[in-house]
């Protein structure tokens, strides 16, 4: 049997796709890097909503990403009034942006097992010989 998903959580996935595309076509902002929405989580209310994002590429260094939040939070306006046109929702949430660490944590860790499996390795080949 399928799982039902809330309300909320329909609302937050289809403002994830609408943001995404908002981000890139209607912010002009040239200090903007190239961000990704990795979630949307809206308050039971609808009065609020949490957009997580990260900053690929070599712009993701701690300045660059609260400066890419800073953008955002200006923008958060435009980008409700938009979302508005877009989603046809009675009140559309006020947004807030965060910086999601998880995929640059994920990277960090792969690395870590990476160099642990690679040492195990020579480490093993050095007691075959």
Do not use: C, W
């Not at 902002?29 to 997580?52: C, E, M, Q, W």
């Not at 006020?94 to 160099?115: C, K, M, P, W």
């Amino acid at each position: 049997m399928a799982k039902e998903f809330s309300r909320t959580q329909r609302i937050g996935d289809q403002m994830q796709r609408e943001l995404a595309l908002l981000i890139q076509r209607e912010v002009k902002d040239p200090r903007l890097g190239l961000v990704t929405i990795t979630a949307v989580d809206v308050s039971r209310d609808l009065s609020h909503a949490k957009v997580f994002i990260t900053v690929m590429g070599k712009d993701d260094d701690e300045g660059a990403v609260k400066a890419n939040l800073r953008i955002l939070n200006e923008a958060g306006g435009f980008l409700r009034m938009q979302l508005g046109k877009a989603m046809k929702l009675r009140t559309v949430p006020q947004l807030h942006f965060n910086y999601d660490a998880s995929v640059r944590r994920g990277v960090e860790l792969t690395s870590l097992i990476e160099r642990a499996v690679a040492e195990d390795r020579k480490h093993s080949d050095d007691l075959g010989e």
